[in-house]
């Protein structure tokens, strides 16, 4: 049984697993947390270790956000940059990771655009230290194709309108009795 993080379904499965006495390994492996919930959180404890290259984009995402001025310039920096992404940089929300990937993504479609801003705004650079580069971009890459993956597990697992438990059944029963 797979059921959120709260104390009353803390308590109900108490009351349920003191009826299996006897059957199912006495309840052993019948109350699993979300899987969901347990992907966010490992997701977010391994974003935690701060990495310069996301930092750094982090930072300039931040300033071009911060006016509509600068917004207008960094637009009219993807025209320059011939962006045909229709993505535009978006912010982070701080207790979801996966707006950490939607972000990067969403960077990384317009990153040819960061150099030609530079030039536009000259306190760019100033105010944000460097202007993302290659390097930083290369790095992004491989962390969104890292974190490709605990969105799909994450998508998979947080499915409302079906069942997902057969789907790891045999997976859960194999190594609990291994």
Same mark, same amino acid.
């Given at each position: 049984?797979?059921? @959120? ?9 108490? +009351? ?42 982090? @930072?300039?995402?931040?300033? +071009?956000?911060?006016?509509?001025? %600068? ?24 207790? %979801? ?7 990067? %993504? ?14 536009? @705004? ?57």
């Amino acid at each position: 049984m797979t059921v @959120d993080n709260a104390k009353t379904n803390d308590a109900a499965l108490n +009351i349920i697993v003191k009826e299996l006495l006897g059957i199912y390994e006495n309840g052993k492996h019948f109350y699993i947390r979300c899987m969901a919930h347990i992907i966010n959180l490992v997701v977010k404890m391994g974003l935690k270790h701060e990495v310069y290259h996301v930092k750094n984009l982090q @930072d300039a995402v931040k300033y +071009i956000r911060a006016s509509p001025q %600068r917004i207008k310039t960094f637009k009219q920096a993807m025209k320059d940059a011939a962006v045909e992404s229709q993505r535009f940089l978006c912010g982070e929300t701080p207790t %979801r990771w996966n707006s950490t990937f939607e972000f990067l %993504r969403s960077a990384y479609d317009v990153k040819d655009a960061f150099l030609e801003y530079s030039h536009q @705004d000259p306190m760019f650079q100033k105010t944000v230290g460097r202007v993302p580069s290659h390097s930083d971009f290369e790095m992004i890459k491989k962390m969104m194709e890292f974190l490709e993956k605990f969105k799909k597990k994450t998508k998979k697992f947080s499915c409302s309108t079906k069942s997902i438990f057969h789907t790891y059944t045999r997976e859960i029963l194999y190594r609990a009795t291994s």
